[in-house]
């Protein structure tokens, strides 16, 4: 099992920054990559960030390139989201997920609400 805690979350203005942290427990050596994902009220919850604990490979969707960083604590217990320049599309909950070696999204957080005013 794996424990995953997200915060950081609150409400900015448009062109302002927040950033997320997700402190995971548990065996966190199971898991092969950590991701975030967002939902917005009344949408589907859509991928944001990857990083690959092994390689710290980054991927990131075309909408936060260049705004939002993905980064691993050294100890490979902490995965943070540095989001800049928000927009008021960037309003969701945000979540954090540890995803195991065959690829799926096996543990989820609570999620942090993320409140970005024009």
């Known amino acids: 099992q794996v424990q995953l805690v997200e915060s950081g979350g609150g409400l900015v203005q448009a062109g302002g920054s927040l950033r997320l942290s997700c402190a995971a427990s548990?065996?966190?050596?199971?898991?092969?990559?950590m991701g975030w994902f967002r939902q917005a009220s009344g949408k589907e919850r859509e991928f944001v960030a990857r990083?690959?604990?092994?390689?710290?490979?980054?991927f990131y969707a075309d909408s936060v390139k260049g705004r939002f960083t993905i980064s691993g604590g050294i100890a490979k217990n902490t995965v943070f989201l540095q989001m800049n320049s928000l927009k008021p599309e960037d309003t969701a909950l945000y979540y954090c997920?540890?995803?195991?070696?065959?690829?799926?999204?096996?543990?989820w957080g609570q999620g942090t609400q993320v409140t970005v005013s024009s």
């Open positions: 548990g065996r966190t050596f199971s898991s092969y990559a």
């Open positions: 990083i690959t604990w092994r390689t710290g490979r980054v």
């Open positions: 997920a540890a995803m195991a070696t065959d690829g799926n999204y096996n543990y």
